[in-house]
């Protein structure tokens, strides 16, 4: 299994980091995606994927609810000077975020069309975080529509024309611990969409799944959201782990 979105660097995660990354690879994890979200915890992130070559891997970007005023223009240089400096899997997570302040929505729109453009011009995917934006980030993802604009609705949690419409962006849905959710509602309707535009991620240490719903999520609670899609697809657990995966190397490497 890969875990295409997880905060790893968090400093939830001080007390037992090297302990919850072996739980998660005791349980089949292969690989871990770290997504970006500003400059404060870059150092962090880029010192665990040395620690972890092969296994952890960094994104660069900045995320939408890091967009301030006074310093979202010098944020996006710190990213621009990284993404010529090396190579990443991704930009992410960037997006919209209307949730915590819809008074940044002029800046995060900037923001995000400035990394859409890397992303084309460096032909990487994007890894798109949307909280009560959806409307706002598809009229940007319309506008910047590119043959290689690709990537990943992180934690989707739209519906069904919704995620209908992202997929129809050339984007794949990250589905993680909301899939668990009894008031998630994306398990109402996810089996109409096809599993090899899915993969899997929990975003801990947020959103952990039942039955851990609540507390500090980990990587290692992968297999829940991998057991939920068992029962949504009626498929056994290694042909979900298997197509995930696949799709999760196909979006990174291509």
Sequence with gaps: MIDTHTHLYAEEFDEDRREAIQRALDKGVT????????SESHEKMLQLENEYPGQILSMMGLHPCYVKPESWEKELEIV??????????AIGEIGIDLYWDKTTL????????QQIDWAIAMDLPIVIHTRESFDETFEVLERKKHPKLRGI?????????????AIDLNFILGIGGVVTFKNGKIDQFLKEIPLDKIVLETDSPYLAPVPHRGKRNESSYLDLVAGKLVDIYGKDFSEIDKITTQNAKKIFSS
């Excluded at 690989?31 to 500003?38: C, H, M, R, S, V």
């Excluded at 000077?81 to 090396?86: A, E, S």
């Design 106 to 113: 002029d800046i995060q729109v900037k923001a995000f069309e």
């Design 80 to 89: 621009k000077n990284y993404l010529d400096q090396r190579n990443f899997p």
């Design 31 to 38: 690989k871990f995606y770290l997504p970006a979200i500003d």
């Design 153 to 165: 609705f992180h934690c989707f949690s739209g519906n069904l024309e919704q995620a209908k419409h």
